[in-house]
């Protein structure tokens, strides 16, 4: 009876062992899934905060851009203005001087003076 017994425990004890085993396994299961499920919400919050990221520094250069357009059209009047300015100046200056260059030219085309070039001069000596 007592080897009747025995096996019995026995039986009983590895019963319970894999009863045991068992409910280890669902608790690790339950472990993983509960890690991916936290994986997966995290994820998404971390998206979540890199679009509302992105949108407010979107948001931050539109608002840089409308404030700094007016500068540049103030710049590009600016420019236009002094290129007129510089274009003024120098038709004045052609005007004022076609004359006298054209002069000048002319003087060295049609007068010419017979005598040897400078460098010619300087070989003979």
Avoid: C, P
């Avoid at 068992?22 to 995290?42: F, G, I, P, T």
């Avoid at 840089?64 to 510089?86: L, M, P, Y």
């Avoid at 052609?94 to 006298?100: F, S």
Wanted: aromatic share 4%; net charge positive; glycine share 2%.
């Amino acid at each position: 009876m007592s080897h009747a017994l025995k096996s019995a425990q026995q039986s009983q004890s590895i019963q319970t062992l894999l009863e045991a085993e068992k409910d280890a396994s669902k608790v690790v299961q339950q472990a993983r899934q509960y890690r991916v499920q936290k994986l997966k919400d995290a994820r998404a919050e971390a998206s979540k905060e890199i679009e509302a990221y992105k949108k407010a520094k979107e948001d931050d250069f539109k608002a840089f851009e409308a404030s700094h357009a007016g500068t540049t059209s103030v710049a590009q009047s600016n420019v236009d203005r002094e290129t007129d300015d510089k274009l003024g100046s120098i038709s004045q200056s052609y005007d004022g001087n076609k004359d006298a260059v054209v002069k000048k030219l002319l003087d060295r085309v049609v007068l010419i003076q017979n005598e040897l070039h400078r460098n010619l001069k300087k070989a003979e000596a």
